[in-house]
């Protein structure tokens, strides 16, 4: 790799590396920050924390030496009240200042809604000026981006699902139409859009896609932009972030805990507050595996008790790293490969299966592809959103309702809907259906022949 050659700067994108934690998004990020005089922006909502840098995986020192980083250790871990409204207004001011200077700005991290933040414009019906646009945009980026809304309207607990789905269908027969009646969360939201800005869903999302957007949300932000995901074997994967798990316990994990938790409660029992592990640093894997092995009494830690309760800690820790890693790909495959109308920039897949193949398979591809979209030509890899797959996708995802008289369940798509014809659980309905029918008629049959 030559760090010092010289890049032509004169179209500079927007990168994202994508993938799963532990697929080495944070090694090319720097490596190509190298190369093209790029700097990071780490898009992970646990890594704007101070301190805590085993837990939320941080580059190290020597890394963030080798490349500029930012978006890192700006947040007071004690202070839950960050969201993802503050970290786009502190991070989007970054990537405008390094496109003018013509540098390439390489967003990196596994908080996907935080990159989807920088990729993407919210827009909103109705909204008259730039004002007006700014503070609607805050508001709903607040309500679409919350991991695990907590919808604080009376009927999201008083009211059952069918009864919510009435509901709707009188407010926005539109957008009823497009939702199962049991997926209660998007319910709550379409009704929560139309109390909190005096239009219906739909209404809102005709309007985003008149202006270049879709259902997800408003147009890209940078046109221009370029997302590598890096994808693994997930057998491969598994086995890497288990390793992954025991050197950060090899590093301090269990000790970087108990430092936090000690200071934590000390604050906590000075203001009279009672322990919240929902919010803010605590929201990290890591926290919740080990609670309680962290509450026990320092006498117990040392016995049998604290020796079983911390390797069921480790356990639980490497198993919902790996959950993690696979809900991951799923937000990619989901809201990037299989999104029927919403403009996605060009997304190229690199294969980082095999570390010893990193060169020829993830960094020199990654730089074909910048180095050919720098000078204005196609690459020569081809991305992944102008394969058969996905233009299949978006021939037959149409928003329509099926209902299966087979298996008594209603589907939204014809993508769902083909997808659930074509299941061994409903052919195997079917079947048994079938025989029970034939058993029906072969009795009444039987029946007849008696009675003669």
Known sequence: ?????????????VLAILGSTGSGKSRLGIELARRFSGEIISADSMQVYKGLDIITAKVTEQEKAMAPHHMLDIVDPLNPSFTVVQFRNMALPI??????KKKLPIIVGGTNYYIESLLWQVLIAGAETDADVGQLNKKLEDATYRKKAKIELDRSTTK??????????KVDPEMAM????????????????????????????????IAGGSDLGGPLRY???????????????????????????????????????????????????????????FQSIGFKEFHAYLVLPEEEKREKKGEKL???GIDDLKLVTKRYAKRQEKWIKNRLIRCADRQVPLLYELDCTDVNQWNSRVYEPAVAIIEAVMRGEKP?????????????????????????????????GKFQWDIHLDSNKHKKVLKKKKIEERKKTEQSSASVDCKL
């Open 223 to 281: 046109p221009d932009s370029i997302l590598l995901w890096l994808r693994c074997e997930q057998k491969v994967l598994d086995e890497r972030l288990e390793s992954r798990v025991d050197a950060m316990l090899e590093t301090g994990l269990v000790q970087e805990l108990l430092d936090f938790h000690r200071r934590y409660n000390e604050q906590r029992i000075k203001s009279n507050t009672s322990a919240d592990y929902t919010k803010g640093i």
């Open 95 to 100: 990537i405008d200042n390094l496109l003018a």
């Open 178 to 209: 497009t939702i199962h009646e049991n997926n209660r969360r998007k319910i709550i939201r379409s009704l929560e859009v139309f109390e909190q800005y005096g239009v219906t869903h739909s209404e809102l999302l005709k309007a985003q896609r």
């Open 380 to 412: 020569e890899q081809k991305p992944l959103n102008e394969l058969t797959l996905h233009q299949e996708y978006i021939k037959n995802n149409d928003k329509k309702r099926h209902y299966c008289d087979v298996c008594d369940r209603i589907f939204v």
């Open 1 to 13: 790799m030559n760090d010092c050659e010289v890049v032509d700067m004169s179209r500079v994108p």
């Open 160 to 169: 059952s699902n069918s009864e919510l789905y009435e509901e709707l269908t």
């Open 310 to 312: 911390l390797q069921q």
